[in-house]
């Protein structure tokens, strides 16, 4: 197994792409910048076979429809998340989009405890609603991949609509119940951390 990180566009938003032995691979939140997604994924001989996408701000799918069309593979998103795929207009709005974003129709619609299995590896979906309403984290053995819910010492922000402070508190805190032990987090901003460092550090983790 490998991960690969990327980091694109204004937001300076994580982007990954997880490979199993055999070179298939899933790329998580295609973020901005197509190119450079798509060099990095054929420079490794990879095939990608999946787009998940943890939610559907805009900083997360620019590079969305580019992607898809240049692999022809599914998109995969949750089912409380989806119609913002297709709204344009809300996409579009933010103040640094300078190419505009084009809808894309997801391809699979998941929920809460749904797996994808690709070769070796198995992809768990979590729901962590408050970023937005429909936020996934995405569980792979011992990493969990938490967009922008848990973030390090921190979480994302609940200013956009859709987000609801009290939701993703109550979310952070489950994830810390409902996962014992450690973790490795691979977050949609910043560094990556542990689920032990976040209870140890993170302010809105309940103790």
């Known amino acids: 197994m490998q991960i690969i990180k990327l980091v694109l566009g204004a937001c300076i938003t994580n ?116 970023h937005t309403d429909g936020s996934m984290a995405i569980v792979m053995g011992d990493v969990i991949f938490t967009g922008d819910t848990l973030l390090f010492e921190k979480h994302g922000k609940t200013t956009l609509p859709g987000g609801n402070e009290d939701k993703l508190v109550d979310s952070i805190n489950r994830m810390m119940k409902d996962f014992p032990g450690d973790y490795r987090i691979l977050t949609g901003h910043r560094e990556e951390t542990t689920l032990e460092h976040e209870r140890q550090h993170n302010p809105y983790v309940r103790r």
């Open 15 to 130: 982007c990954y792409v997880i490979a199993s032995d055999k070179g298939n691979a899933v790329l998580i939140d295609p973020a901005d910048e197509a190119d450079k997604i798509i060099e990095a994924i054929e420079s490794q001989n990879l095939k990608l076979k999946y787009v998940f996408i943890t939610h559907g701000h805009t900083d997360h799918i620019l590079a969305l429809e580019k992607v898809k069309d240049h692999f022809k593979v599914p998109v995969v998103i949750s089912k409380i998340d989806a119609w913002r795929l297709e709204d344009e207009a809300l996409i579009n709005e933010r103040p640094y989009v300078t190419v505009p974003y084009r809808a894309v129709r997801p391809d699979i619609l998941i929920q809460e405890d749904d797996e994808i299995y690709l070769d070796e590896l198995c992809f768990r979906f979590y729901g962590m609603p408050g």
